[in-house]
Structures are given as C-alpha cells and as structure tokens.
C-alpha cells in the first residue's frame, strides 16, 4: 500500500531501521570521542595554569608557585608577596593528578608544588591527569615542566 507521496510502509520501515541501526553504532564512538575532548580540555586547563605562573614570575620578578592539592584534586598559584593565593581550580571529578618529580620520584599523595623563578625556569617535574576508573583503552596525558626552560608541554601516554 503506499501513501501520497509514492512510498510504501515497508520502505519507510526499512530506512527508519536502517537508521536506528546507524545511530546504534555510531553511538559508542561519539561517546568516546566526547570523553577524550573533555580530558585533553582539563589538561589544557592545568597546562594554562603553569604558563600564567611562569609568566607572573617573569613579569613580577619574583618566584611564583604552582601548586597541588593531589586528595582533593585542586591547583592554585601563589607567591610570596600575595597575601592570599589566586582562585583555586578544581579538576572534574572524572580526573586525578599525581605529579613525577625530576628524579622520578611519583607523589600521589598530599600537595606537591612546582616553583618558577624570574628568569623564566622552574623547578621541573611532570604532572599525570589520568581517569578516575579507566577502561583498558583509556590514555593519561602528561605536563612535562623543563626546568631549564620553564615551558611545559603535553604529550599523550597510551596504556
């Protein structure tokens, strides 16, 4: 039997399968793709955060901090002319950090802290932001902070 415009029930059953068989597929892969964006977006964000430190210490000409609260998942800059630290970010509750300091030490406890000096370079050390509770594909991603330099940079660790 078919309608007005020509087409018969078993045709617009078919593409509407057809359809809901493409949107069940594609489903999981956008998901994924959307978890992925969310954590390179929080690690963008820590990564912004040591080069607006490193960038106050520059431009102030005294030694500014970058530091951690590992339990609580929260970062904040301070120095020590500030009487009170700037605004504290705090990761998405997916996320946790753990920080690998220059002689490979890992701290995933308590605070940790990365200093930046006037002339531009740093204490060093990499920052880990990995998933609360990966799956077997997930990945981390990792801030190393060259010492020398003082400029950080991201690189994907796959698991």
Known sequence: MKNARGFTLLEIILVLVF???IAGLS???VMATLERIKHQSETRKINSAL???RSEAITRNITTTFNADIHNRQY???NREAKKSSITRTLDPEFS???????????????FAIKFYPRGNSSGGTIRVAKVSPDKSDSAYEITIDPITGSSR?????Q
């Open 154 to 158: 991201i690189e994907q660790e796959t």
């Open 27 to 29: 489903t999981p892969f």
């Open 51 to 53: 080069r607006y430190t």
């Open 19 to 21: 359809m809901g068989l």
């Open 76 to 78: 904040w800059i301070s």
């Open 97 to 111: 950090f753990s920080y690998i300091t220059g002689n490979k030490e890992t701290i995933d406890r308590g605070t």
